[in-house]
DNA sequence: AACGTTGAAATAGTTC
DNA sequence: GAACTATTTCAACGTT
């Protein structure tokens, strides 16, 4: 059976080695990101800006759906929907 | 002179207190809002709302000045203000 | 029944100031903090060993050898022992 | 002018469109990494554990030996040996 | 009391 | 090499 001082050493090495190789996908994907960045570099545009927009991009959806909840919270603070314990 | 394997000591030691207090303090203030939030779970608040309220109103700044810079951005973006090299 | 709402939220709003203000002094220990971190790497001490150092004297050394321990056994399991990692 | 603006706008967009579905990809791979540490953890493997197998394999031996050596030499420093931290 | 979720801290990487 | 950003890791909290 395969065991090393009570841990099942066959499982082990299957998982580090899925870690392992997702981790590697993983980094061929940055690479790749990096490469595009370096492309828009080449062709002129500013690429911190570039992250930038990206990334507010990315915010963006997550902005309103917090703006959302926000004013629910507020409703709920205001008119004391759920805590009215007083 | 009071050096360990050329390490001044003495100023790695002060380093350190100085750290380690610090730290102290900082979970004493940490413990100080544990037991507001207690306090006001015993007074009939729902925590959790609170938890996200303080939460949303430190965002709130934030997201304003994030729409700022977004807005600048797309100008810069799609008038190619800085970045235009065709 | 606004008289009520009105007194919670009286409360509600006191315990928001409350719990701002201890953030703020909490964001203050801790740019304290930072602060001493700056000057150590300033006066030549490699900063990443320093946290290390503040880490395991935090830690009881039960807790550490626990770690170490189970470490080594994932270590020879997988069939990699700690010494000869290079 | 507006007509190479447009060019350079469109070719703007194809980036940030390569940049967008190139990081969705890596988020995804990213949650799988995360699914195979749930799953690790589901077979009673110590996660916080196991990432270190991963960081330790990753790290070449010159490197984690020369970390090691100025830790212990801060630790004697202070007058705490690796040893023991107890 | 373990689990997942979320927020803070720390580390690594990039740019200037 | 110093500052800023992004990623990763760690700890706390609520939940079941």
């Known amino acids: 059976m395969a065991k090393t001082g009570g841990i099942a050493a066959d499982r082990l090495k299957q998982i580090v080695a899925r870690i392992e190789r ?5 980094k061929a994907v940055a690479d790749d990101i990096k490469e595009v960045y370096a492309e ?9 800006i570039l992250r930038q927009v990206i990334r507010l991009r990315k915010l963006d959806g997550a902005e309103y759906q917090e703006q959302e909840a926000l004013l629910e919270l507020y ?7 759920h805590q009215n314990a007083a």
Request: overall charge negative; glycine content about 14%.
């Open 75 to 81: 409703l709920q603070a205001i008119g004391l929907t």
């Open 40 to 48: 828009a570099k080449g062709a002129g545009f500013d690429t911190k």
């Open 22 to 26: 997702l981790e590697e996908d993983k």
